[in-house]
């Protein structure tokens, strides 16, 4: 039988790494579903919780989505009194993100769950494999 050419393996490649992605993905939308929230919703959430108040363009950044994007997730959010924007002290120009107190709550309620769903989705691997895939999509991520 003959070799996969290099464009074969890279199409597999990008073939396999495109239906986990969509696994993760359905497995994530489930679960933030029972939380009415969508996947951008709940990104805006994590970062503010690691991060705490910042600009509204980091966030673009950080979620690779538009400024435009974002903005129509905060005003959502800021709906249900889960962040509100804040003008920076040492630039009006800016403006920043920051949980409320029930953001503060929702997301503190939802991170356990979300984090059992993701070591559920990934029972798959153990510990040596997870550490090489997250070496190499690292490495492609670069």
């Given amino acids: 039988m003959a070799k996969a ?8 490649l990008f073939n396999l790494v495109a239906k986990a992605h969509d696994k993760l993905k359905k497995v ?3 679960h933030l579903g029972t939380q009415k929230l969508t996947s951008p919703q709940f990104g805006v959430l994590d970062v503010l ?21 974002i903005t129509c997730v905060m005003d959502n959010l800021e709906k249900e009194d889960l962040v509100r924007r804040v003008h920076s ?14 953001g503060k709550q929702k997301i503190n309620k939802i ?3 979300h984090v ?9 691997l153990n510990d040596s494999e997870m550490k090489q895939l997250a070496g190499l999509l690292q490495k492609l991520s670069a």
């Fill in 28 to 30: 994530h939308s489930k």
């Fill in 49 to 69: 919780m690691k991060k705490g108040s910042i600009p509204l363009k980091k966030i673009s950044d950080e979620l690779m989505v538009t400024g435009a994007n």
């Fill in 116 to 124: 059992k769903s993701l070591n559920e989705f990934s029972k798959k």
């Fill in 89 to 102: 002290k040492t630039d009006r120009r800016v403006i920043n993100a920051e949980l409320t107190a029930k």
């Fill in 111 to 113: 991170y356990p769950e």
């Fill in 5 to 12: 050419s290099k464009e074969q393996q890279v199409l597999e």
